[in-house]
C-alpha cells in the first residue's frame, strides 16, 4: 500500500512538472510576443512615437534567453515567487490570490448543483427503464449534453440580461458591495453567479445523469437486488439502501475530476459574463501575451486537476472497500 501511494505521488509530481515544461515552451511559441502586443497597444492609445521607442527598448534590455528564463522560472517557482504580470504590473500571486475564490465558488457550487440533479435524476429513470419517462428523460439527457456551455451563456446573456434584465452581464458583485459575511454580500454575489452557474449545470447535468442511469440500471441486475426483493423489503429500502449507495459510487471519481476540468474551461466562461475569476485573467493574458500571468493561472489549473485525479485515486478504496477486496457484491 505504501509504494502504491509513492507511486501515485510521483506520477503527480511528474505530471506537473512535464506540463510546465511543456507550457513554458508552448506558450513562448504563439506569434507575436509580448513587446509586439505591447507596443500595439502603446499606438491606438496615441503615445509617443519616441517614448514608445524608449518603452520598447527597456523592456528589451530586461530579456534574456530562454533557458535562462526557464531556470529562473523554476527557481523562483520552487520558492513560490509566479513572478510579475507584464500587462497588469502586479505579482502573478496576487492577481491569482484575488480571482482564484470567485471562480473556485462557480465552479464547485454548479458541480454540487449538477451531481446532486443527476444522481436523483438518473436514479429515476434507471428505476423506470423502458417506460416512456425512461425514453423522454434519455432523449433530453442528451440533448442537454450535446450543448455547448458558452453557447448557452451567450444565450442567456442576450435574453436575461440585456433584453430583459433580469440578471447582471458583467462583474462578481454590484458597484459598492464589499466582501463580508454578511447575508447582502452572499445573495448578490450568488445573483451575479446565477448565470455562470446555470450555464455549467445545464450542460453537464445530461452526461452525468446517462452515467448515473447506467450505473442504476448495472446494480439492479446485481443478485443482492433480487434477494432484497425476495426477503419482502420495500422498494424505497432497496433504492436508497442498495441501489443508489452502489450506483453513486462510479460517480465518486467523476465528481472531482470534473471540477478541474471545469476550472479549465471558466477562461471562455467567465470572459462570456465578464466575470473576474482566473479564467477571465487568463484569456486577458493570452491576448497581450502575458507570460508570467498566463504560466501561473495554467500551473494553477493544471493543479487542481492534477490533485483532483490524485485525491481519487488515493481515497477511492476508502469510499468504495471493494476496491481493496475485489469483491463485486454489495456493502454493508
Do not use: C
Not at 145 to 155: D, N, Q, R, T
Request: proline share 4%.
Amino acid at each position: 500500500m505504501n509504494n502504491y501511494y509513492v507511486k501515485r505521488t510521483g506520477r503527480a509530481v511528474l505530471t506537473l512538472w512535464v506540463t510546465v515544461t511543456l507550457t513554458f515552451g508552448l506558450i513562448r511559441a504563439i506569434p507575436g510576443g509580448p513587446l509586439e502586443m505591447l507596443r500595439a497597444r502603446l499606438v491606438r492609445q496615441g503615445v509617443d512615437p519616441a517614448r514608445i521607442d524608449s518603452i520598447i527598448q527597456s523592456r528589451q534590455q530586461q530579456s534574456q534567453p530562454i533557458y535562462v528564463e526557464y531556470y529562473e522560472y523554476m527557481s523562483s517557482l520552487l520558492s513560490g515567487n509566479l513572478g510579475e504580470s507584464f500587462y497588469f504590473r502586479e505579482p502573478v500571486s496576487k492577481i491569482i490570490t484575488d480571482a482564484l475564490p470567485w471562480t473556485v465558488f462557480i465552479m464547485v457550487t454548479a458541480t454540487i448543483i449538477l451531481f446532486a440533479i443527476a444522481v436523483v435524476w438518473g436514479a429515476l429513470i434507471a428505476y423506470k427503464e423502458g417506460s416512456r419517462f425512461d425514453t423522454v428523460s434519455s432523449g433530453m439527457a442528451i440533448l442537454l449534453s450535446s450543448i455547448p456551455f458558452y453557447v448557452l451563456g451567450i444565450l442567456f446573456v442576450v435574453v436575461f440580461s440585456y433584453k430583459f434584465g433580469v440578471f447582471p452581464a458583467r462583474y462578481r458583485t454590484s458597484p459598492g458591495v464589499s466582501p463580508s459575511l454578511s447575508i447582502t454580500f452572499v445573495g448578490n454575489a450568488l445573483y451575479h453567479a446565477a448565470l455562470p452557474i446555470a450555464s455549467i449545470v445545464i450542460t453537464q447535468v445530461g452526461l452525468q445523469t446517462l452515467a448515473m442511469r447506467g450505473n442504476s440500471i448495472q446494480v439492479l441486475g446485481e443478485d443482492f437486488v433480487r434477494v432484497a426483493r425476495l426477503r419482502g423489503l420495500s422498494d424505497r429500502r432497496i433504492a436508497v439502501r442498495y441501489v443508489g449507495r452502489n450506483a453513486i459510487l462510479p460517480m465518486y471519481t467523476g465528481f472531482l475530476t470534473l471540477i478541474g476540468f471545469n476550472l479549465g474551461g471558466s477562461v471562455i466562461l467567465e470572459e462570456i459574463f465578464t466575470y473576474t475569476g482566473i479564467g477571465y485573467y487568463m484569456f486577458e493574458a493570452l491576448i497581450n501575451r502575458d507570460y508570467p500571468l498566463m504560466m501561473g493561472i495554467f500551473l494553477v489549473i493544471t493543479t487542481a486537476l492534477v490533485v483532483s485525479v490524485y485525491i481519487a485515486d488515493l481515497t477511492y478504496g476508502l469510499v468504495d472497500p471493494r476496491v481493496k477486496s475485489g469483491d463485486s457484491s454489495e456493502t454493508y
